[in-house]
């Protein structure tokens, strides 16, 4: 095991269709946010994050393995009764991490399959407490590992549950590794189940927040957050920890976009710009980046971070150095898949859109649309009678991208088939 | 249908006298026998997906709309203007009847062979002012009834004498382009249309400018496909140029109404009949066409009336399309049949003195019919609904704009359950 004395802990906190607006950080008024806010003032906040992809379970297969979720042919969503996940062969950053000698740990939702080989456990994580599926699944079960402990679990107190599992992780993994803070790293994932509808929210938070039982279910999502921080700072490790805040995409219902247009599932930008925070616990720069970027990115900047190898041909970029709060590397086109459909990408200043949902030819009459977020950051003037070599070249690129992956994952369709 | 108590000389005798009672601000004038009445002219330009946030007075950052932005400033603008539909026929079936458009069976979008259209038991606004002597004209789009299908359902049958331009949307096909009764062109050229039916309209009204009219020019951009001989001059794009040709041909009918010396005496409106689609802004609001989120059936909304509307205001009280019908025949003394239901009110005495109309509450009917109920004003006590609360005035005069709420409909409903 090579040396792991300047790996840091990682905590990543991944939000189920949280609006981006509705953080206090990113303008939000009306929803008490005070413990993401200060992550947000602490360390990096970026503006221009994009989700792995519109739905959720090809975002997190994207955000765990760096790869598009569309090479996998993954459903929008696993419900209870698909045979799909995520394949063995698709390496997550939890897998790559726990290579190098870190100790892992999800907490929450999964959704990324339930038959045999695509456990948690199957994926890199040595530890795994939480669901298979969200909200909108009932009854939804409770697994300790692979055992299901509580068969009607009441997605209500999943919030706490969850943050209690992450802290126990990490408290008794410091236990382990004694006072000098020997030992090896922890990578923990609490993924929530809130705020994805239909919205629970524990008694003491009904009806506390002035937005409705969605402002409840985050108010309560924020206080949970805040334990969490307090928790990591004062639990004193040798080695520093990296916290992350992000959502798996847009929100869906309810939720603000910050005035953008669309929602989950679409890839207007209101559906795909999701928050991301990323703090020290032992203090660093505040930075806010603007550079669009995706939540594929997490796997190599993690896996960079870790002082891990990176795999060859992954989708993600390298965004290490702004996490570690050296400087904010650029980052090539950000692609944004709706289930098989590479339906648009952002490029700098231009967002080009070639179809709408499923793409049907019905779909594509009035495409493509190029939008210039700096004039029309709502997505409202299709500009591309006056940038035809723009859309030309962005169209060449987003084409490359979509036959790559759909080669992809027509092999894998076949294999299957064999 | 009955006649009014107007006679036509009645109508002729008084053109004179209309601006004094305008002035006067009494929106009904006294109907007894020979005593004048107000008999404008009116103008009312209906765009087709405009949205409230295309015009440079609504805020757009790209498109530019000098006329337009000089009508507001010469007369009123409405912050809360709700269409009758976040979709077309409906939309255009409020406006032209006065009835939420399930009302008078026109709740869904008209396609090319339906049978289903306008009714002949229906009064149009055409049909009062066409009884009480006005010359009256639909130039642009119908979208009420297929002629070709049912030649009843044809403008001509419904109290217009002019009808100049197409029967549905301009994505349709066939697409015939009438003239009167005649079809002209199958399909027409499209981005000459917008310049066609100005030069129609400008025809009709020199036609008639010595006796009261009605122009209704339902304009067919900037609707899909977007079609414009002023093809990339705007920022915006082609929906932008599309907006920006409408702009500039406004100000052609303005100035022929100037130059006919009718202007003073003529009420101008422009509005549109529902939010944008595939392109377009609906500003801050939430939501596009065929939505009834604020951004589907919150329009812009702008009237010039010299003497009569006061100049430079923003009128901030809701508003909803089937208030034209009943608010013009107010205007001009007519009365309202009293054998049907109208849904829209008279918002001119309100309108021209600041003040909010009566009712508290319009609706608004999504594309299968079901109304909507979009409770209007800050006034309303703490009920919310998705279909959104209007944007609320700071202290310094400004709009904040309005943000699309959250649902507070579970939570009141679960705190009354938890305080009984």
């Known amino acids: ?308 190898g990176t795999p060859t041909g992954l989708d993600g970029a390298d965004m290490s150095p702004l996490l570690a709060g050296h400087y904010a590397p650029e980052r090539g086109p950000v692609f944004l898949f709706y289930n098989e459909y590479l339906n648009a990408m952002r490029s700098g200043r231009w967002k080009l859109h070639v179809a709408y949902g499923s793409q049907s030819a019905y779909s594509r009459v009035y495409m493509p649309q190029l939008f210039d977020t700096e004039a029309d950051f709502r997505e409202n003037y299709n500009v591309a009678n006056l940038h035809p070599d723009v859309v030309s070249r962005l169209q060449a690129r987003l084409d490359r991208t979509a036959a790559d992956v759909a080669a992809e994952a027509a092999a894998r369709s076949e294999k299957e088939m064999a | 249908m009955t006649t009014t108590a107007l006679s036509r000389r009645d109508v002729l005798k008084s053109a004179g006298a209309a601006g004094l009672l305008a002035m006067a601000g009494t929106g009904q004038a006294a109907a007894v026998g020979d005593t004048p009445t107000t008999t404008p002219n009116f103008v009312v330009i209906f765009c087709d997906d405009l949205g409230y946030g295309d015009l440079g007075c609504y805020g757009s950052p790209l498109v530019r709309t000098p006329v337009l932005d000089g009508m507001a400033d010469r007369g009123m603008r409405f912050t809360d203007f709700y269409a009758g539909s976040p979709v077309c026929t409906p939309s255009r079936a409020a406006l032209l009847t006065g009835c939420y458009a399930p009302r008078v069976n026109l709740g869904r979008v008209l396609f090319p062979g339906d049978t289903n259209g306008l009714a002949a038991h229906e009064r149009t606004i055409a049909e009062y002012l066409k009884d009480a002597g006005y010359a009256t004209a639909c130039i642009g789009k119908w979208h009420l009834g297929d002629p070709r299908a049912v030649p009843e359902h044809h403008p001509l049958e419904h109290g217009f004498d002019r009808f100049f331009g197409l029967p549905y949307s301009n994505d349709m096909d066939p697409l015939p382009l009438y003239d009167d009764r005649e079809v002209i062109a199958e399909p027409p050229d499209q981005a000459a249309l917008t310049r066609q039916y100005t030069e129609q309209a400008v025809s009709f009204i020199r036609d008639h400018a010595d006796q009261p009219f009605f122009l209704y020019l339902p304009y067919t951009q900037p609707h899909e496909p977007l079609a414009s001989e002023f093809a990339h001059r705007s920022a915006a794009g082609s929906h932008g140029d599309s907006v920006e040709e409408i702009d500039h041909y406004v100000g052609v009918l303005l100035d022929e109404l100037t130059n006919l010396g009718v202007r003073d005496n003529t009420c101008v409106i422009f509005t549109s009949d529902n939010g944008p689609w595939y392109v377009g802004s609906s500003g801050d609001l939430y939501g596009r066409k065929a939505e009834t989120y604020e951004g589907g059936v919150r329009v812009p909304f702008i009237v010039e009336w010299p003497n009569s509307t006061p100049a430079g205001v923003t009128y901030r009280a809701p508003a909803h399309l089937t208030d034209l019908l009943p608010t013009l025949l107010s205007a001009t003394g007519i009365d309202l049949s009293p054998d049907r239901v109208i849904d829209g009110r008279d918002v001119l005495p309100a309108s021209r003195a600041g003040n909010r109309p009566n009712e508290a509450t319009s609706s608004t009917t999504t594309t299968a019919g079901r109304p909507a109920t979009a409770t209007p004003s800050a006034e309303a006590t703490g009920s919310c609904t998705s279909a959104g609360s209007a944007g609320r005035t700071s202290p310094d005069g400004t709009s904040r704009p309005p943000r699309r709420p959250h649902n507070c409909s579970t939570f009141s409903a679960i705190r009354r359950k938890a305080t009984t």
């Open chain 1, 1 to 308: 095991m090579r040396g792991l004395g300047a790996s840091p802990n990682i905590v990543l906190v991944v939000a189920d269709d949280l609006g981006i607006g509705d953080i206090g950080a990113y303008g939000g008024r009306l929803i008490r946010t005070p413990n993401m806010d200060l992550l947000a003032t602490q360390g990096v906040r970026c503006e221009s994050m994009y989700a792995a992809a519109a739905t959720d379970t090809p975002a997190r297969a994207g955000m765990l393995v760096g790869r598009f979720g569309a090479r996998y042919n993954l459903p929008a969503s696993v419900s209870a009764d698909s045979a799909v996940g995520l394949p063995l062969d698709a390496v997550t950053v939890a897998r790559l991490l726990r290579q190098t000698g870190y100790v892992t740990g999800l907490f929450g939702q999964w959704r990324l399959g339930a038959r045999a080989g695509q456990h948690p456990l199957d994926h890199g994580f040595d530890r795994f407490a939480g669901t298979l599926y969200g909200t909108d699944v009932a009854p939804l079960t409770w697994y300790e590992g692979k055992v299901a402990v509580e068969t009607e679990f009441d997605p209500a107190f999943a919030a706490r549950r969850i943050t209690q599992n992450a802290m126990d992780f990490v408290s008794e993994h410091r236990e382990a590794a004694g006072a000098r803070g020997e030992g090896r790293p922890f990578f923990a994932v609490l993924s929530h189940l809130a705020p994805h509808a239909p919205f629970r929210a524990e008694p003491r938070f009904f009806g506390t927040s002035r937005a409705g039982l969605y402002g409840d279910v985050v108010e309560q999502l924020d206080h949970y957050l805040g334990l969490l921080v307090r928790h990591l700072r004062e639990a004193r490790h040798g080695r520093r920890t990296l916290i992350i805040f992000t959502s798996d995409n847009g929100p869906r219902y309810e939720g603000r976009t910050q005035a953008r247009r669309g929602r989950k599932p679409e890839v207007f930008d209101g559906g795909v710009r999701v928050p991301f925070l990323a703090t020290w616990t032992n203090g660093g720069r505040n930075m806010v980046d603007r550079v669009p970027r995706s939540l594929l990115d997490l796997t190599p900047s993690l896996c960079a971070l870790a002082g891990a």
